[in-house]
T-cell receptor, first 111, second 116 residues
Framework: NAGVTQTPKFQVLKTGQSMTLQCAQD?????MYWYRQDPGMGLRLIYY???????DKGEVPNGYNVSRLNKREFSLRLESAAPSQTSVYFC??????????FGPGTRLTVL | GESVGLHLPTLSVQEGDNSIINCAYS??????FIWYKQESGKGPQFIID?????DKRQGQRVTVLLNKTVKHLSLQIAATQPGDSAVYFC???????????????FGTGTQLKVEL
């Protein structure tokens, strides 16, 4: 099992460009999450999907949109990237109220 | 110590010693607590978790202690090894939401450095 996979691993954008971060899990988990991690800080929840067909805002949702494509896949979209969105983005999944398993991250720089 | 808030940035220990990483939380309704290890350039890796109906839980070389009276969580690593060098995060969540999922709130992390 690959666990949680994320693409791309690295990305550089110019201000105003858009992009979609992809995430997939093969553990048959119901819940999936998107976090961002800034230097010297913990992870902050952007959006989550408790189950297929549902999505909810987390702590820092502004500037982002998500799509739960199916049970396996959960994407994060930046419609108009800003330098403040320079960060490392992590996707995670969990079997409902249990530990979350994280992907390797996407390192995004917005110029 | 670390909190879902403040943190002790760096903890240095000698190889073979025991390490204790602390975490304070403020939400009295917190029901689930978890520790993650994050190595440089990688995603967080699950270490151990504990629910609010327990005071202590042990894993392989790790122990988590929960003191609900003072809202304090600690991670103990026995016989610390160079491979334990990483940033350690505590996280907590409230009671299970009716819609499912598990919204974790993370602390800011503690850097553990193991000296040879």
């Amino acid at each position: 099992n690959a666990g949680v996979t994320q693409t791309p691993k690295f990305q550089v954008l110019k201000t105003g460009q858009s992009m979609t971060l992809q995430c997939a899990q093969d553990m048959n988990h119901n819940s999936m999450y998107w976090y961002r991690q800034d230097p010297g800080m913990g992870l902050r929840l952007i959006y989550y999907s408790a189950s297929e067909g549902t999505t909810d805002k987390g702590e820092v949702p502004n500037g982002y949109n998500v799509s739960r494509l199916n049970k396996r896949e959960f994407s994060l979209r930046l419609e108009s990237a800003a330098p403040s969105q320079t960060s490392v983005y992590f996707c995670a999944s969990s079997a409902t109220y249990n530990e979350q398993f994280f992907g390797p991250g996407t390192r995004l720089t917005v110029l | 110590g670390e909190s879902v808030g403040l943190h002790l940035p760096t903890l240095s220990v000698q190889e073979g010693d025991n390490s204790i990483i602390n975490c304070a939380y403020s939400n009295s309704a917190s029901d689930y607590f978890i520790w993650y290890k994050q190595e440089s350039g990688k995603g967080p890796q699950f270490i151990i978790d504990i629910r609010s109906n327990m005071d202590k839980r042990q894993g392989q070389r790790v122990t988590v202690l929960l003191n609900k009276t003072v809202k304090h969580l600690s991670l103990q690593i026995a016989a610390t090894q160079p491979g334990d060098s990483a940033v350690y995060f505590c996280a907590e969540s409230g009671p299970p939401p009716t819609g499912g999922g598990n919204k974790l709130t993370f602390g800011t992390g503690t850097q553990l450095k193991v000296e040879l």
